[in-house]
């Protein structure tokens, strides 16, 4: 099992800049990748950033040049640095780890309750 808590999300204006964080938890040495998804109401969740184990990372093209995902596994932390924000980013910001289950020995997405973005036109 892995426990991820998101935190980090805000209001903010057109052009401005948010750190979102997630903690992680439980079996930290089954985790292969670590990310970021969002969900806006109405919509479906959509794939923003991972970084895995190795240090690469990939970004929807959405978000290129502007959001930063980071991982310091000294304290178990993922960041999401977003920057020159638009009012598109608003959703519901999840963390997600993709982990080995010792149970079934299979690869499972564990998920954050979610950190709320709005950005404010």
């Known amino acids: 099992q892995v426990q991820l808590v998101e935190s980090g999300g805000d209001l903010v204006q057109t052009g401005g800049s948010l750190r979102l964080s997630c903690v992680v938890s439980?079996?930290?040495?089954?985790?292969?990748?670590i990310g970021w998804y969002r969900q806006a109401p109405g919509k479906q969740r959509d794939f923003v950033a991972t970084?895995?184990?190795?240090?690469?990372?990939n970004y929807a093209d959405s978000v290129k040049g502007r959001f930063t995902i980071s991982r310091l596994n000294a304290n178990n932390r993922v960041y999401l640095r977003m920057n020159s924000l638009k009012p598109e980013d608003t959703a519901v910001y999840f963390c997600?780890?993709?982990?080995?289950?010792?149970?079934?020995?299979?690869?499972?997405?564990?998920w954050g309750q979610g950190t709320q973005v709005t950005v404010s036109s």
């Open positions: 439980g079996n930290i040495g089954g985790i292969r990748s």
């Open positions: 970084v895995s184990n190795g240090g690469s990372t």
């Open positions: 997600n780890a993709e982990a080995l289950s010792p149970m079934t020995m299979q690869y499972l997405d564990y």
